[in-house]
């Protein structure tokens, strides 16, 4: 399983849980997994158009996913995911 990170303003959505594991194999089925058992997350993550929102930069690995395939990006089970909100400025919705 994929373990994702997430970040101390999003915990309140996730009841406190900051490593939750995943089962699906790309950043996008993660997103929705996540999304099943912790509803409203994946609107602080994914824009109307269903990309990232500007203000959130994901991990895999050490890797942007941005550089990478973006949310096709592809999963195992080794795989850690952080997700980073903006620091300053322009911060989203959290």
Same mark, same amino acid.
Do not use: K
């Given at each position: 399983?994929?373990? +994702?990170?997430? #970040?101390?303003?999003?915990?309140?959505? =996730?009841?406190?849980?900051?490593? +939750?594991?995943?089962?699906?194999?790309?950043?996008?089925?993660? /997103?929705?997994?996540?999304?099943?058992?912790?509803?409203?997350?994946?609107?602080?993550? /994914?824009?109307?158009?269903? &990309?990232?929102?500007?203000?959130?930069?994901?991990?895999?690995?050490? &890797?942007?996913?941005?550089?990478? &395939?973006?949310?096709?990006? #592809?999963?195992?089970? =080794?795989?850690?995911?952080?997700? +980073? #909100?903006?620091?300053?400025?322009?911060?989203?919705?959290?």
């Amino acid at each position: 399983m994929a373990t +994702i990170r997430i #970040p101390t303003p999003l915990r309140r959505y =996730t009841n406190g849980e900051r490593l +939750i594991p995943v089962t699906a194999g790309t950043l996008a089925g993660a /997103i929705t997994e996540l999304d099943g058992r912790f509803p409203g997350l994946a609107e602080r993550l /994914i824009d109307g158009d269903g &990309q990232l929102h500007r203000f959130v930069t994901v991990f895999v690995g050490e &890797q942007d996913v941005r550089l990478l &395939q973006g949310l096709a990006t #592809p999963l195992d089970e =080794t795989t850690e995911v952080s997700i +980073i #909100p903006a620091m300053a400025g322009g911060g989203g919705p959290w």
